[in-house]
């Protein structure tokens, strides 16, 4: 029996029964990545020897009668979190030596689980962009179309697992990163709840890996059911050990329904500031009809909605101003007219924001979220677009704000696709990419679903009930 496209969970009684060993199935995934990943290039930093070493340490474990959460399963995880004695680059240059000698906290919670580390997954310089491509590692393309882009920064990890180079993942979200990915390679991936699981160690290269707040970025859970979303999550949620303070606050609640009939949800398929491609909305609308099929209430419009124009421009006020503050952009910086009201003025002026302009915005996010749990007292979830349009050709113009989506045909500033990933980030709700289909050119079409703060087991639930309406992940034919 093959195994490669199996479920984690479907391994995990595999392994209980006797079915099949560690060794059995690291070896097969080992082989699949070196027969397999030359033109998909996802794994940029195998480490094979010592996950066959790790194999052979979980069938010996698991002779003795112990039993882990992922005991023996083979995942992969993205290049930006350390794994001792591994490189870190975030695909700079000038990293490429950094080798840091501690795992980070979600590396260690996998290891600790039992689960069995192959190696590592390609991103883009500095995590900084929508696909996935470096100058140390090379791009990263599309498993169902090599001349389109895996997505990114957790590109290398979808793209991995699309082609059954491990079971899980495990990637970070600030801008889609988790599902934009996800989406764009027929995955699932689960952007949890701001502050839910620790990133300690998921730190650009050279810097001391110290607990962190951050301001809108998460790392969370990559797979290829919803269930095994879920399963992850629960390995990686829960707080720093550094700051176990806040441990209590972060307790997951149970989802709120069970049968898709008792979900009350909210579509959107419509941005003031960019058309919805007709693949994508196509997507949607099956979503919409399966879950008005299994008996979900489900409504396409709602006043307590927050305003979609001014959530997009504050979530690039955050984006861009933090973004800049690590990355600092040069003196030849111009700020627009001050009549040009688009997401490319707004981003410009974040480049230049201080303090002040920085607690104006945060202040209007703190709105919003009041607005997202008046929403949430109506609604279970939100059903809506990831991105625009399905995975786009490779772009590699030197300059990302010069680059241009087309949606349609019709082209648009590249980051403007951004603001259905911005949606749910910039509150800090969780968010679960699901696959919805296929476009007319056959690649693969995801939608997200935004469930409420801090019940992140509702959107999943959710995931799950769809999968059994509409089917989920398929391998790349």
């Known amino acids: 029996m093959e195994w490669s496209f199996q479920s984690a969970e479907a391994l995990i009684a595999a392994l209980r029964a006797g079915a099949v060993t560690s060794v059995e199935l690291t070896d097969e995934a080992i082989g699949r990545i070196e027969r397999e990943d030359d033109v998909v290039n996802a794994i940029c930093v195998p480490d094979f020897d010592r996950a066959r070493a790790a194999a052979q340490r979980a069938d010996r474990e698991r002779a003795r009668g112990e039993d882990r959460p992922l005991l023996g399963v083979p995942v992969t995880v993205k290049e930006s979190y350390d794994v001792a004695g591994l ?110 699981a620790a990133s300690r160690g998921m730190t650009p290269p050279g810097e001391p890996a110290l607990p962190n707040d951050f301001d809108l970025a998460v790392v969370g859970p990559m797979a290829r059911t919803a269930r095994d979303l879920a399963l992850l999550l629960d390995v990686m949620a829960g707080p720093d050990p550094l700051t176990l303070g806040v441990a209590h606050r972060l307790a997951l609640p149970p989802a709120r329904h069970q049968r898709l009939r008792d979900f009350r949800v909210l579509v959107l398929d419509d941005h003031p500031l960019i058309p919805t491609g007709s693949a994508v909305r196509a997507a949607v609308h099956r979503v919409a009809a399966a879950l008005v099929d299994g008996g979900a209430r489900v409504a396409w419009h709602s006043p307590l909605l927050p305003d979609l124009t001014e959530a997009a421009t504050v979530y690039m006020q955050l984006l861009i101003s933090g973004a800049v503050a690590r990355f600092p952009v040069g003196p030849d910086r111009r700020d627009p007219s001050p009549d040009d009201r688009s997401l490319d003025a707004v981003r410009l002026r974040a480049m230049g924001a201080g303090h002040r302009d920085w607690l104006q915005a945060d202040h209007r996010r703190q709105l919003h979220r009041h607005g997202w749990r008046r929403l949430f007292a109506e609604f279970d979830a939100v059903v809506c677009p990831i991105t625009p349009t399905p995975a786009f050709p490779h772009d590699h113009h030197p300059n990302p704000m010069e680059r241009r989506i087309a949606v349609d045909g019709v082209e648009h500033p590249y980051f403007d696709q951004l603001v259905w990933a911005g949606l749910p980030t910039m509150p800090g709700l969780p968010a679960t990419a699901v696959p919805a289909g296929r476009s007319p050119e056959g690649l693969p079409v995801g939608v997200q679903l935004v469930g409420p703060m801090s019940e992140d087991r509702t959107p999943l639930r959710l995931a799950e009930l769809l999968e059994q309406e509409i089917g989920g992940f398929q391998p790349p034919r």
């Open 87 to 196: 490189p870190t680059t975030w695909g700079m240059p000038a990293h490429r030596d950094y080798v840091p000698a501690e795992d980070a906290v979600q590396v260690a919670r996998l290891k600790a689980a039992g689960a069995v580390v192959l190696g590592k997954t390609n991103v883009p310089l500095g995590l900084q962009d929508i696909q996935t491509f470096n100058e140390l590692y090379g791009t990263t393309t599309n498993p169902w179309d090599p001349g389109r882009t895996s997505g990114g920064s957790s590109g290398g990890s979808a793209a991995a697992l699309a082609c059954g180079f491990g079971a899980l993942s495990i990637g970070s979200d600030l801008a889609g990163s988790l599902r934009t990915p996800a989406h764009f390679c027929g995955v699932y991936a689960h952007k949890p709840t701001l502050g839910l």
